[in-house]
């Protein structure tokens, strides 16, 4: 009874525990709006449904998330918990959730995106608010309330409300610096920025800054072109073209005076700049004068009209070209015919020759005289020059020479023969042509004192061409004409073949001729022959003729195997014939001589046969005899007692049976035997 008991007590506690369960049915995040205007609040709810076996308080732990970063953590035994950014900020934006845990159990809310919508207002301040011209404005746009990556808009607001802009990128910063140069014309600059943004959430563009005022101040005036002229000014007359300006303050500026790009005179220091001189056609034009202080730079422009004092001289000759020893005429003349200092000048030099104090001029020419000559006029200390006028005098050429460029007059077919034509004397231009027989090969104009170089190919075989060359030159009776040259054309050697007589054997101790024909060439022509790998040729002659023939007497084995021909003419061309293989045979009284020791040795060998073939007929005679004696003396006495020695000596023919212990009846036997033959 008291185990039972004890064991109660032991499972209540157990089973209160087993009273006290829970399960998180749901957990959801809520906004009053996803999207929030700049400088609003968010105000994340978090709220936690949960069913429970009894009435118990519970501690929830709430955790905030943003893109899945701890964003904040509470605990609190409300079934809901409140987060709250503000200022709301576009990096505010993004994907929030939260979670709660409670009594071991947890649970998540579903993603809930918030936007930002907007940026906050930059701000913008200026390095120096007041800047000298030729200076840069030096400005820092912030967004201190933001995160990067930003783009900045920096504008410079000029007077007629145009933007000049300028962007910059900042990945890391939420500030960005820029340089605006200060430009000419520039009094009060205004400035303001942009800052937008672009990220996964989407793109932002924030409100214009503050305006920033940078004033300018001018360190010189406009500068002002003036000329201290008479208001007509004519050539002759004395010009003073003056430019100043008004500094701000000491400083070390640079004035220039130009006309059209050249510059006339320049100063550095002063505040003022003249430009003097006596008035010519030349200085008719627009003049400029500059103002320079570092990246300042300031102009101003005046035209200046000068008129003519008196018109430009013109020369007039009698002939440009002309030939030695011929009259020339030269003439000056100005319009409207006013009192001037006149001159006649030839050049070079550079400075000019003067040839005569007057309006005219008569020479016999020589070709030094060839040159440009000017009329110069002077009235009042203008001077004036014509037009220059080229005057050629011409020599007439010499005897040309025609020459081969490499020395000799022997071409190759097929090769490019290169001859020069040249007049030793002579007034260039020089045209040269050149002839080959009556044919106009080519014409070259030569401008200066060396030779025409002319190439002809040789395609044609003909043993001998003519050339000669022409020259002349504008010379009224100059053309003359080289002496004629020969030029000798060589056809290599071609075709070669190469064969014996008798062809490819010979006897032995016997003649071989050889025979090595070209089918063309020049001749002569060197025809040499070789016996292969041997260095030395065996025959070497140059003949006036396309074939060569060569007889090597006594031929022996030694001299058989490959042989060859080789050709070369004046075209330092050698061609080789395929290899001969000429063999060594026997002579004929070799042969017979062989033929007669055969037959020699047949003869005795046949003789040889012969004897001992009748030795052994002789042989087989003399027993045939003795056998029939035999048998005769056998039938008349049968008792003869010689025979048996008798028998021992007889050569037993064919059949014969030998019986030791009856030899007589072996006798008798072939007694009747022989008697049987008989009869048959």
């Not at 955790?63 to 709250?84: G, H, I």
């Not at 009776?477 to 002496?483: D, I, P």
């Amino acid at each position: 009874m008291y185990f039972a008991v004890l064991m109660i007590l032991l499972h209540c506690p157990s089973l209160k525990a087993q009273d006290n369960v829970i399960t998180i049915n749901k957990v959801e995040l809520t906004v009053p709006s996803p999207k929030v205007k700049n400088g609003k609040s968010i105000e994340l709810t978090c709220i936690v449904d949960i069913s429970k076996s009894a009435s118990f308080q519970i501690q929830h732990a709430f955790s905030f998330y943003k893109d899945d970063s701890p964003l904040y953590n509470t605990t609190s035994e409300q079934d809901r918990a409140r987060y709250k950014i503000f200022p709301a900020r576009f990096a505010d934006s993004g994907s929030y959730k939260c979670s709660v845990e409670a009594s071991g159990k947890s649970k998540s809310s579903n993603d809930l995106v918030v936007q930002v919508k907007g940026l906050s207002q930059p701000k913008l301040t200026a390095l120096k608010t007041e800047v000298t011209e030729g200076e840069v404005v030096t400005l820092r746009c912030e967004e201190p309330e933001e995160k990067p990556p930003f783009i900045f808009l920096f504008n410079k607001i000029s007077p007629n409300q145009q933007l000049q802009a300028k962007k910059k990128q900042e990945l890391k910063e939420n500030f960005a610096s820029v340089d605006f140069p200060v430009e000419e014309g520039d009094r009060i600059l205004r400035f303001h920025c942009i800052v937008t943004v672009n990220s996964a959430v989407g793109f932002e563009k924030s409100e214009a800054s503050n305006i920033t005022l940078v004033t300018v101040v001018e360190p010189f005036s406009h500068p002002k072109l003036t000329s201290k002229s008479p208001w007509n000014v004519t050539e002759g007359d004395r010009i003073d073209i003056v430019c100043t300006t008004i500094l701000a303050r000491k400083y070390e500026i640079e004035i220039l005076i130009q006309k059209d790009r050249r510059i006339l005179n320049s100063t550095r220091g002063q505040n003022s700049l003249t430009y003097s001189a006596i008035a010519t056609m030349e200085d008719n034009g627009n003049y400029t004068c500059k103002v320079e202080l570092g990246r300042v730079s300031k102009t101003t422009s005046m035209n200046l009209v000068v008129e003519e004092l008196f018109a430009k001289p013109i020369l007039t000759p009698s002939l440009t070209d002309l030939d030695e020893n011929q009259r020339l005429s030269l003439w000056c003349h100005i319009n409207g015919s006013p009192k001037a200092n006149v001159s006649i000048i030839k050049r070079p030099p550079k400075n000019g020759t003067l040839l005569k104090t007057s309006s005219n001029f008569t020479i016999q020419v020589q070709v030094n005289d060839t040159g440009s000559y000017v009329c110069r006029a002077e009235i009042k200390g203008i001077i004036k020059e014509s037009n220059p006028v080229q005057i050629t005098v011409y020599a007439p050429v010499s005897e040309p020479v025609l020459s081969v460029a490499n020395l000799s007059t022997e071409m190759v077919l097929g090769e490019t023969l290169m001859l020069r034509c040249q007049s030793m004397s002579g007034t260039p231009p020089i045209n040269y042509t050149l002839f080959r027989g009556n044919r106009l090969i080519h014409t070259i104009t030569v401008f200066n004192n060396t030779y025409a170089e002319f190439r002809d190919k040789q395609t044609k075989l003909n043993n001998l061409r003519e050339y000669r060359c022409e020259a002349s030159n504008r010379h009224a009776y100059a053309k003359r004409s080289s002496y004629k040259m020969n030029i000798t054309v060589i056809a290599p050697v071609r075709n070669i073949s190469f064969g014996s007589l008798p062809h490819g054997e010979v006897e032995d101790g016997g003649n071989i001729n050889f025979l090595c024909i070209v089918g063309e060439g020049s001749l002569p022509i060197n025809f040499r022959i070789f016996k292969e790998n041997d260095q030395k040729p065996l025959f070497n002659e140059s003949k006036m003729e396309t074939r060569v023939l060569w007889q090597k007497e006594s031929f022996s084995k030694q001299d058989a195997g490959k042989y060859f021909c080789e050709a070369s003419n004046r075209a330092r061309a050698t061609v080789r014939s395929n290899l001969l293989t000429v063999k060594v045979i026997l002579a004929s009284w070799q042969k017979g001589f062989i033929a007669l020791f055969v037959l020699a040795v047949i003869a005795i060998a046949a003789s040889g046969f012969w004897w001992y073939w009748h030795k052994k007929e002789k042989g087989k005679h003399p027993s045939m005899e003795m056998s029939g004696s035999t048998a005769a003396t056998n039938s008349t006495s049968e008792k003869q007692a010689s025979g048996q020695n008798h028998y021992t000596e007889f050569y037993p023919g064919p059949g014969y049976i030998e019986d030791s212990e009856n030899p007589v009846k072996s006798a008798d036997e072939n007694k009747d035997s022989g008697e049987n033959r008989h009869s048959v």
